[in-house]
C-alpha cells in the first residue's frame, strides 16, 4: 500500500539571536550549549547560542525527547520533520488490529508511510495568572479533552483506515495515540521561557516557570500555563510564537503565545513567563 502523504509541511522561520553567554535557567556562565526555542525534532529553526548549561540542559531533553518520540512520533516521520538519527527511524510500526469479528486484539507491523495516527493536543483553560482566578481542587497537568485529527492522508483518515483494513485483511483497526500530561505542560513552559529571554532578555522579568522546567514541579501548572478551548483555522506557517502586550493589570506580566504545528490547525496556549521588572 503505497503512501498517501499530501504534503509536506512549511519551514519554520529561521532565527538566530546573539549569545546569551549564561544559562537562562541557572545562570552559570560555563558549559554552555545552543538551545532550539521549539525542538528541532518539530522541525524548529529558531536558536538562542549558549544559552542553557549542559546540567539545565540534561534536565529538559528527556521532556523533549518523551514529546517528540511518543505524541509527535509517527506524525514526524510521516511528515519527515528533522532528527539526528534519521537512520534509527524503524521502517515499520506496531498497529493494533483484530484479525476476525471474535478474535482478541494483537499487533500488525505496518509500513510507516501508511501507519494511520492521531494528532492529539489538550484543550486547556486560560491560566489563572492571566484570567486573574484561583481555581479550586487539583492544580496540576492535568487534561480533560483533546482536540484530535487524523493523519492528512490523500482521501482522509475514514477511507485510509477502510483501505489499510482490506490491504491488511484484518477485520478491524485501532490507531492510538498518547499525551503525557505533564511532559507536555514542561515543554510549552520550556518553549516560552526561552523565547521570552531571547526577545526581552533575562533581566527583563522575574521568571515563574523555572521549578516547572528543570525540576519536574507541575504541581501548579494551571496557574502558568493554559490555552483556548476553541477550534482555530489552519495558519500558513509551521509553528506560531509571539510576545504577548495586555491592558491594564496585566501589563506586569511577561506572556507567550505558543501554536506548534499551528499549519495543521492545532490549538493555542498561552504562558505566563514572569512579572515585569
Known amino acids: 500500500m503505497a503512501s498517501s ?3 509536506r509541511l512549511p519551514e519554520d522561520q529561521q532565527k538566530e539571536y546573539l549569545a546569551l553567554d549564561r544559562c537562562m535557567y541557572c545562570g552559570v556562565t560555563t558549559n554552555l550549549t545552543d538551545e532550539h526555542i521549539i525542538p528541532l525534532g518539530l522541525g524548529g529553526r529558531i536558536i538562542l547560542p549558549k544559552s542553557s548549561c549542559t546540567k539545565c540542559g540534561g534536565k529538559i531533553s528527556p521532556v523533549e525527547r518523551t514529546c517528540l518520540r511518543t505524541m509527535f512520533g509517527p506524525l514526524r516521520m510521516y511528515y519527515e520533520l528533522p532528527t539526528r538519527r534519521r537512520k534509527e527511524r524503524p521502517k515499520t510500526l506496531s498497529l493494533r488490529v483484530k484479525v476476525t469479528a471474535d478474535a482478541d486484539w494483537s499487533y500488525m507491523e505496518v509500513d510507516r508511510d501508511v501507519y494511520p495516527f492521531f494528532i492529539l493536543f489538550p484543550f486547556l483553560e486560560i491560566p489563572d495568572e492571566l484570567a486573574r482566578v484561583m481555581r479550586e481542587g487539583d492544580r496540576g497537568a492535568k487534561v480533560q479533552t483533546l482536540w484530535i485529527r487524523g493523519a492528512s492522508f490523500r482521501d482522509g483518515i475514514t477511507a485510509h483506515l477502510e483501505r489499510l483494513t482490506a490491504a491488511l485483511n484484518v477485520r478491524e483497526i485501532m490507531p492510538t495515540a498518547t499525551v ?12 516560552a521561557h526561552a523565547f521570552a529571554v531571547a526577545e526581552s532578555g533575562l533581566e527583563a522579568f522575574d521568571p515563574f516557570l523555572i521549578p516547572m522546567i528543570c525540576d519536574a514541579d507541575t504541581s501548579n501548572a494551571v496557574q502558568y500555563v493554559g490555552g483556548m478551548r476553541q477550534e482555530e ?4 506557517r509551521l509553528h506560531e510564537l509571539a510576545m504577548m502586550q495586555w491592558n491594564g493589570p496585566l501589563q506586569e506580566i511577561v506572556t507567550v503565545k505558543v501554536r506548534l504545528l499551528a499549519v495543521l490547525g492545532t490549538p493555542t496556549y498561552f504562558v505566563a513567563v514572569g512579572k515585569r521588572r
Not at 483555522?233 to 500558513?236: E, I, L, N, T
Request: aromatic share 16%; no cysteine.
Open 233 to 236: 483555522p489552519a495558519s500558513s
Open 5 to 7: 502523504a499530501v504534503f
Open 180 to 191: 503525557s500530561a505533564p511532559d507536555f505542560f514542561r515543554l510549552l513552559a520550556k518553549i
